[in-house]
């Protein structure tokens, strides 16, 4: 079975299409040494430069923590800010313009544990101090599911957890923005905790975490329509933004990863089409992003093919619309200028 690798990816190519528009990347990531089983093992300035110039008009990228590079030893909530002060330094080496003219890294989403409460503050201090001009806010997971075949990544109903509410607001307060995973069920869990911090800006990511395998595989007639509805309460919400990406992960139950040759945009494009134009139907697209979520979703296909499918999901949208996907909402959400 193939198991992705750019040898594989080089299978499936076809042109770029519209590579005059505008992109900002909201959701990538950088390691060394990743110590998963991965094809790439090695992700940083020059395999980002490889994927982000193959075509499109990529102008910007903004860099989501993935607990690489942490410092060894100190005070354990402050081991993350390792990982701020090593991609401040990617950034500022991918700004001279060595490595294209994309300003990669141009914002920088970091960990804190927002269940410290109040104490989150000198950790989140201690991060901005790392990177004053790029730090934009943090990601910190809410993944929790009953059943014990899924992988928990938080505590159970750490969304209405006081601590982690104070922690929220605190980060709020700050000018940060929170990124966050959770898997779709949780999703009601979301939209009241929105509801409960209005002021913190929230970046939902990959679509809400459809998952469709374990438990959840074969099922779409029950859980498609428990997505959509979390979807929606969510969208309610004025300050979630939604990223419309994420889905090449073997767990949203597409098989693109197995094959003897990778998917192309137009197929892809079909079937993304439901789940992103649903996203887009209940945010609008002033506050939807699309997203790589490079290198986990390189697992399914290449970056040149997945922005094709995104440009042809979209097609139907305005020239204002489209540019608010493809870039304006990310910029504004994460501060980035242009």
Same mark, same amino acid.
């Given at each position: 079975?193939?198991?992705?690798?750019?040898?594989?990816?080089?299978?499936?190519?076809?042109?770029?299409?519209?590579?005059?528009?505008?992109?900002?990347?909201?959701?990538?990531? *950088?390691?060394?040494? =990743?110590?998963?089983?991965?094809?790439?093992?090695?992700? &940083? +300035?020059?395999?980002?430069?490889?994927?982000?110039?193959? #075509?499109?008009?990529?102008?910007?990228?903004? $860099?989501?923590?993935?607990?690489?590079?942490?410092?060894?030893?100190?005070?354990?909530? +402050?081991?993350?800010? #390792?990982? %701020?002060? $090593?991609?401040?330094?990617?950034?500022?080496? !991918?700004?001279?313009?060595?490595?294209?003219?994309?300003?990669?890294?141009?914002?920088?989403?970091?960990?804190?544990?927002?269940?410290?409460?109040?104490?989150?503050?000198? %950790?989140?201090?201690?991060?901005?101090?790392?990177?004053?001009?790029?730090? =934009?806010?943090?990601?910190?997971?809410?993944?929790?599911?009953?059943?014990?075949?899924?992988?928990?990544?938080?505590?159970?109903?750490?969304?209405?957890?006081?601590?982690?509410?104070?922690?929220?607001?605190?980060?709020?307060?700050?000018?940060?923005?929170?990124?966050?995973?959770?898997? *779709?069920?949780?999703?009601?869990?979301?939209?009241?905790?929105?509801?409960?911090?209005?002021?913190? @800006?929230?970046?939902?990511?990959?679509?809400?975490?459809?998952?469709? @395998?374990?438990?959840?595989?074969?099922?779409?007639?029950?859980?498609?329509?428990?997505?959509?509805?979390?979807?929606?309460?969510?969208?309610? /919400?004025?300050?979630?933004?939604?990223?419309?990406?994420?889905?090449?992960?073997?767990?949203?139950?597409?098989?693109?990863?197995?094959?003897?040759?990778?998917?192309?945009?137009?197929?892809?494009?079909?079937?993304?089409?439901? $789940?992103?134009?649903? /996203?887009?139907?209940?945010?609008?697209?002033?506050? /939807?992003?699309?997203? !790589?979520? $490079?290198?986990?979703?390189? *697992?399914?296909?290449?970056?040149?093919? &997945? *922005?094709?499918?995104?440009?042809?999901?979209?097609?139907?949208?305005?020239?204002?619309?489209?540019?608010? +996907?493809?870039?304006?909402?990310?910029?504004?959400?994460?501060?980035?200028? %242009?």
């Amino acid at each position: 079975m193939p198991f992705g690798g750019n040898d594989w990816l080089a299978l499936t190519q076809e042109p770029t299409l519209e590579p005059e528009l505008p992109i900002c990347d909201p959701h990538h990531h *950088f390691w060394d040494f =990743r110590p998963v089983r991965l094809p790439y093992q090695r992700y &940083l +300035l020059h395999e980002l430069a490889a994927d982000i110039g193959s #075509g499109h008009n990529v102008r910007s990228t903004v $860099f989501i923590e993935t607990s690489s590079m942490y410092r060894p030893d100190g005070p354990e909530e +402050l081991r993350s800010v #390792g990982e %701020v002060e $090593f991609v401040q330094g990617l950034a500022a080496a !991918s700004a001279s313009g060595l490595y294209g003219p994309a300003k990669a890294a141009a914002a920088i989403v970091g960990k804190a544990n927002l269940n410290l409460g109040e104490a989150v503050k000198p %950790v989140l201090e201690a991060l901005q101090a790392a990177s004053p001009n790029r730090f =934009r806010g943090i990601r910190q997971s809410a993944a929790w599911d009953s059943d014990p075949s899924v992988e928990d990544r938080a505590p159970q109903g750490q969304l209405s957890d006081a601590n982690f509410r104070t922690g929220a607001r605190t980060l709020a307060q700050m000018g940060l923005s929170l990124d966050t995973t959770l898997y *779709f069920p949780q999703l009601p869990e979301l939209a009241d905790f929105a509801k409960a911090v209005p002021e913190l @800006t929230i970046v939902l990511n990959h679509i809400g975490g459809l998952l469709r @395998t374990g438990p959840y595989g074969s099922r779409d007639d029950e859980v498609l329509p428990i997505w959509r509805m979390g979807i929606a309460a969510v969208a309610e /919400c004025p300050n979630v933004n939604v990223k419309l990406g994420g889905v090449g992960q073997p767990r949203y139950g597409f098989d693109w990863y197995a094959r003897d040759e990778p998917v192309g945009s137009e197929e892809l494009a079909g079937a993304l089409d439901p $789940f992103m134009n649903y /996203c887009i139907e209940q945010f609008g697209p002033d506050r /939807c992003m699309f997203e !790589s979520n $490079f290198p986990p979703d390189k *697992f399914s296909y290449s970056y040149n093919v &997945l *922005f094709n499918a995104f440009k042809r999901l979209s097609k139907d949208y305005s020239t204002s619309e489209r540019a608010a +996907l493809f870039h304006d909402t990310a910029t504004r959400v994460y501060r980035i200028d %242009v």
